[in-house]
T-cell receptor, first 113, second 113 residues
Framework: EDQVTQSPEALRLQEGESSSLNCSYT??????LFWYRQDPGKGPEFLFT???AGEEKEKERLKATLTKKESFLHITAPKPEDSATYLC??????????????FGSGTQLTVLP | EAQVTQNPRYLITVTGKKLTVTCSQN?????MSWYRQDPGLGLRQIYY???????DKGDVPEGYKVSRKEKRNFPLILESPSPNQTSLYFC????????????FGSGTQLSVL
């Protein structure tokens, strides 16, 4: 069974204080790992897709990295508008076709001014 | 504007009273899916559809029905709602089964009394 564990559950940072969110996963053959951002009262919004260990993706103050067992979402010099819940999801390969996504419970990030 | 539209946004009902949550996408996406989101459990998939007239169960399908008669619409039906179906529901769509990028609706907060 595919599993995704995100840590910490909640993180409070001061504006400008860089940090990382962790997503540990167990899948039988990874097709892709996805990061989403979810603001209160809204649906998740796509951020990144990572496919293989060593891959990195960047967007503004966010950088996602991937190893064979986990992914990190690095937030550099965060601003209050980066406050949101960050979700990680994995998609496994099975018999040549893609399985459905398995989501983690998310990390709720609060950036204080 | 590309979007996934869910209705209603909020719904309060009583046990056993049939209800339908509508979902429509304007991106000509083949793949559509329903998720429920509960505190500490993350997003769990209820049903998904790879194309018109093609639907399949996700991880938590009990008590739910879906249909895909048109490409753009994917309604979620609760024939006899129970209190344990109180949750936040999201509809999502993507171009195809590879889930390169899932687009989510704004969510439906359902309370079953």
């Amino acid at each position: 069974e595919d599993q995704v564990t995100q840590s910490p559950e909640a993180l409070r940072l001061q504006e400008g204080e860089s940090s990382s969110l962790n997503c540990s996963y167990t899948v039988s053959g990874l097709r892709g790992l996805f990061w989403y951002r979810q603001d209160p009262g809204k649906g998740p919004e796509f951020l990144f897709t990572l496919y293989s260990a060593g891959e990195e993706k960047e967007k503004e103050r966010l950088k996602a990295t991937l190893t064979k067992k986990e992914s990190f979402l690095h937030i550099t010099a965060p601003k209050p508008e980066d406050s949101a819940t960050y979700l990680c999801a994995v998609q496994a390969l099975t018999s040549g076709s893609a399985r459905q996504l398995t989501f983690g419970s998310g990390t709720q990030l609060t950036v204080l001014p | 504007e590309a979007q996934v539209t869910q209705n209603p946004r909020y719904l309060i009902t009583v046990t056993g009273k049939k209800l339908t949550v509508t979902c429509s996408q304007n991106m000509n996406h083949e793949y559509m899916s329903w998720y429920r989101q509960d505190p500490g459990l993350g997003l769990r998939q209820i049903y998904y559809s790879m194309n018109v007239e093609v639907t399949d169960k996700g991880d938590v399908p009990e008590g739910y029905k879906v249909s895909r008669k048109e490409k753009r619409n994917f309604p979620l039906i609760l024939e006899s709602p129970s209190p344990n179906q109180t949750s936040l529901y999201f509809c999502a769509s993507s171009r195809d089964n590879r889930h390169e990028k899932l687009f989510f609706g704004s969510g439906t907060q359902l309370s079953v009394l």
